[in-house]
């Protein structure tokens, strides 16, 4: 690593009235570094390089600006850094100014640092106290639902930030206010096919909100209606009966012949187990079975190949088909596990673990076999071709 | 000390009442309609009115509509006068109102986005979507957080059926109004509307392909068959051998649509292919004797001739005055136009095997036969200069 002497010589060279290529040089070299945990860590014990660099995300040359915002992603992706980053140097309050701004150009760059900064709880809770301060919830869920809000910047990781800033109940508890519309307007996406990414936040953004299962009812209700935009994703081109149509939610209803399922297996076993949680409750399962969901899940059963993925579905058809529990036992999430019993269920979760990695281990093995094969086959009728030209 | 004096000429006055009767008084039959002249106890303005016989309520008009007035004052006069006229449900005379008053421009924004959110509201009620959906625009457009125009926009999106700008609508009211539970229910059912407009969208077109693929298996079966058919209207081309007519024929099959199968027949009835992939047509009878037709709506092309005539006859139809068109005395023929030739039909054959026959084309999606009674007076008639076959 540099000394320190090194290291003073380099921030010399990150003001902001350096010539042009020295800069970029420096900041070159210390995007290098931070691309791996040592350069990381070293750049920890120097925060006064962090506070050059930040500053620098202003500079009036696009390759160094994006260089430096280059660099604080990278930082901000090793949780060890986040102290510094957010409590320190105070980066948050300046990266949500930048992106309410509708013209900057690095609003992507800065939707990945947030998210970065989001992932795990304690820094989390610190980045939301912030941005309520500054921005507030809604308005960001705003500026996420607007496609055309930045014409630089696509703001899809805005969905990562959304769904890492729901593990906090603060959170969900705004996106889920009765009294405004929010959540609403994020359900659309859970079918936009331009950007796993937003996609893929979303739902986990919605999955996160299911585990109040205080607010399902009202997730449930035509306020929210959350059940069809959870059942699209999984919903395929099948051709059912005018009358089983009918009995669908409206929304999945005549799907046309080229309707694609969710591509995204991680996607649609995190949709599987969002439904899972609305069963917990007694209410919520009356919904899910009279609002038909089960034919669906039994058509995309059929169709699921991933092993992990199947398993989730099971599970899910498994309440729905299945009786309701005793007395007492309505609300699974309320109900009380005993010692042993949590025990056996916990090994026996390992176990099925266990046999679904086999599984897929077994499957890839068999596509890489088939793979063998075929590429033997064309070798063999190479070969023929070879050998017919000799003749 | 000034009491004691009368220079006012008050005692005197007062003294009159004494000795004089009031004259002008309420009486007993004309009270109510007097009441009613008199501006503080009138329930309704009279819609037009003389001067002269409502002096008071003339009186008042004129002030308020005194042109010397500064036009916000005239403006906020003309507003509530509006507001009066549009309570009592005359939403005519309201839009007139307001639109007086919008045109006093007299610049305060609060009053014009009033009075355009007002006169929006009486459009509503008219049920003039678009002009009330206008002036919500206009009010919006004033002033961007008016919470009135911006319900009543969205409103009448939602009449107008157009229910993404209705949500547009909801969208920007709540970015200033985020807790109004209006927008957020005009909101909710603008989404639902969409929705399900969505699905009619979808219904539709699901259907019309289940049509269209119902129509090409029909065709296709009557193609196979090789049964010709006569697209309506198509001028017969006068082919000489028989590829020329091979040609013609299937570029006729080609090119149907099923409007070439539709009957002309009042009943309405079209050719199918039932479940076990038959056919069945509609098949027309004529009596040229009679002048007289039979219609069967649906003939299975596997049945024959027979089967048909022996019902059709087991009665005698009433216009057979001879009473000799018994099943077995009757022949069948079919003319081929083009070539005016009459081709008799063994009633024992299917009807499949009938249409299958070269010079047959079926007119108007219906298969016509002509029934003569043989050997009869009017058999020998009618076979007589024609070319049978």
């Known amino acids: 690593m540099l000394s320190d002497s090194e290291a003073t010589e380099l921030l010399s060279f990150l003001t902001p009235s350096t010539r042009p290529d020295v800069k970029g040089r420096a900041t070159e070299y210390i995007l290098g570094l931070s691309g791996n945990r040592d350069g990381c860590r070293f750049l920890r014990s120097k925060p006064d390089l962090i506070v050059a660099l930040f500053a620098l995300i202003s500079d009036p040359s696009i390759a160094i600006a994006k260089d430096c915002y280059h660099i604080i992603i990278n930082l901000s992706a090793d949780e060890t850094l986040h102290q510094v980053l957010v409590t320190d140097i105070k980066i948050v309050p300046v990266l949500l100014k930048k992106l309410l701004d509708p013209e900057h150009m690095f609003s992507d760059q800065i939707s990945t640092i947030l998210s970065n900064l989001t992932r795990h709880q304690k820094t989390c809770k610190t980045v939301f106290k912030v941005l309520q301060e500054e921005v507030g919830l809604a308005q960001l869920v705003e500026v996420f639902c607007n496609e055309c809000y930045n014409k630089n910047a696509k703001l899809h990781y805005l969905g990562a930030l959304l769904s890492n800033l729901t593990q906090l109940p603060e959170a969900r508890s705004y996106i889920m206010d009765k009294d405004r519309c929010v959540i609403q307007r994020l359900l659309p996406f859970t079918q936009y096919q331009a950007s796993v990414v937003r996609r893929g936040g979303v739902i986990g953004t919605l999955h996160n909100c299911c585990f109040d299962h205080a607010h399902h009812d009202w997730l449930l209700s035509d306020n929210v209606d959350i059940l069809p935009f959870l059942l699209l994703p999984l919903a395929g081109p099948e051709d059912l009966s005018e009358e089983e149509n009918e009995g669908l939610p409206v929304d999945l209803q005549y799907l046309p012949e080229d309707k694609q399922r969710e591509e995204d297996p991680d996607i649609r076993k995190m949709l599987l187990e969002t439904l899972l949680l609305l069963t917990a409750t007694k209410s919520g399962r009356k919904t899910l079975k009279e609002k038909n969901a089960y034919p669906i899940l039994r058509e995309f059963h059929r169709w699921e190949k991933d092993p992990h993925v199947t398993a989730a579905c099971e599970k899910l058809v498994q309440v729905l088909i299945g009786d309701e529990p005793e007395e007492g036992m309505e609300n699974l999430m309320e109900v009380e596990i005993p010692e042993d019993v949590e025990k056996k269920l916990k090994e026996a979760d390992a176990k099925e673990e266990e046999e679904l990695e086999k599984e897929q281990e077994r499957r890839k093995q068999e596509e890489e076999e088939e793979e063998r094969k075929k590429s033997s086959d064309a070798k063999l009728t190479d070969r023929e071709q070879e050998s017919g030209l000799i003749k | 000390m000034a009491q004691s004096d009368s220079d006012d000429g008050m005692d005197e006055f007062m003294d009159k009442f004494k000795t004089q009767r009031y004259k002008n008084a309420f009486c007993e039959n004309n009270w109510e309609k007097e009441f009613d002249k008199v501006p ?197 081309q006068h082919g000489s051998d028989s590829d020329g007519e091979d040609e013609r024929s299937s570029a006729a099959i080609a090119q149907l649509s099923l409007d070439g199968l539709s009957s002309q027949e009042v009943t309405g009835a079209q050719v199918f292919l039932d479940e076990q992939g038959s056919l069945h047509w509609p098949v027309l009878f004529l009596y040229p004797e009679h002048q007289q037709s039979d219609f069967i709506s649906a003939f299975c092309e596997n049945n024959c001739f027979t089967d048909h005539l022996a019902v059709m006859f087991s009665e005698l139809p009433p216009w057979d005055t001879d009473r000799k068109y018994l099943p077995q005395n009757l022949q069948l023929y079919f003319e081929d136009e083009e070539t005016e030739t009459l081709y008799q039909v063994d009633p024992e054959t299917s009807l499949l095997n009938t249409l299958q026959h070269q010079r047959f084309f079926i007119k108007a999606g219906s298969p016509s036969f002509i029934v003569l009674v043989n050997g009869s007076s009017f058999w020998k008639q009618f076979l007589s200069g024609k070319k049978i076959k």
Request: net charge positive; with cysteine.
């Open chain 2, 40 to 236: 503080m106890f009138m329930k309704t303005a009279p819609e037009e009115f003389k001067p002269q016989e409502y002096p008071e309520l003339a009186c008042l008009q004129a002030i308020v509509h005194d042109e010397d007035r500064p036009p916000e004052e005239q403006a906020k006069s003309l507003k509530d006068e509006g507001n009066a006229y549009f309570k009592e449900k005359n939403y005519q005379k309201a839009i007139l109102s307001y639109t007086a008053g919008l045109k006093k421009n007299c610049g305060d924004q609060d009053l014009s986005a009033v009075l355009l959110t007002n006169r929006a509201a009486s459009h509503f009620h008219l049920g003039n979507m678009r002009s009330a959906l206008h002036d919500a625009a206009a009010a919006k457009k004033i002033k961007p957080d008016h919470l009135k125009a911006l319900i009543r926009g969205a409103q009448c999106c939602v009449e107008l059926r157009n229910f993404s700008e209705a949500i547009q609508w909801c969208d920007e009211g709540l970015k200033a109004h985020p807790t109004d539970k209006k927008l957020q229910e005009i909101r909710a059912a603008a989404d639902k509307h969409k929705r399900a407009a969505e699905r009619d969208a979808r219904k539709a077109k699901v259907k019309g392909k289940k049509l269209q693929s119902e129509k090409e298996a029909l065709l296709a079966a009557i193609k196979s068959r090789g049964i010709k058919l006569l697209q309506s209207g198509t001028p017969h």
